[in-house]
């Protein structure tokens, strides 16, 4: 069972950025596509972005493009959540998640998550 790990949230004012990483245990990270998803209080989890596995497609909710980058370093097992413009509506709890696929299919449950992250945006 893949076990992924969150980190580097905490709280940052309203303009401000933020990055998130998300690190898989072995290389079984490398052959699957990732992806962020977020959860606001009293809200369903929504989905934020994916990447494929190599890094070469990038996929983004309306909500967030624009404003987040998804990246990953295969070498180092891990993905990264680039946030920046951040506003008082994406303070949730962010969770790294993917999918036993090379690429990233819209509407797909993932198969692995991680135990999230908070992020909050307030002056």
């Known amino acids: 069972q893949v076990q992924l790990v969150e980190s580097g949230g905490g709280l940052v004012q309203p303009g401000g950025s933020l990055r998130l990483s998300c690190a898989a245990p072995?290389?079984?990270?490398?052959?699957?596509?990732m992806g962020w998803f977020r959860q606001a209080p009293g809200e369903e989890r929504e989905f934020a972005g994916a990447?494929?596995?190599?890094?070469?497609?990038?996929y983004y909710a309306n909500s967030v493009k624009g404003r987040f980058t998804i990246s990953r370093d295969n070498a180092k097992n891990t993905m990264y959540l680039q946030m920046n413009s951040l506003e008082p509506e994406d303070t949730a709890v962010y969770f790294c998640a993917a999918w036993r696929s090379y690429i990233y299919t819209r509407g797909t449950e993932p198969d692995y998550w991680g135990q999230g992250t908070q992020v909050t945006v307030s002056s």
């Open positions: 990447i494929n596995w190599r890094g070469s497609s990038t």
């Open positions: 072995d290389d079984t990270f490398s052959s699957y596509a």
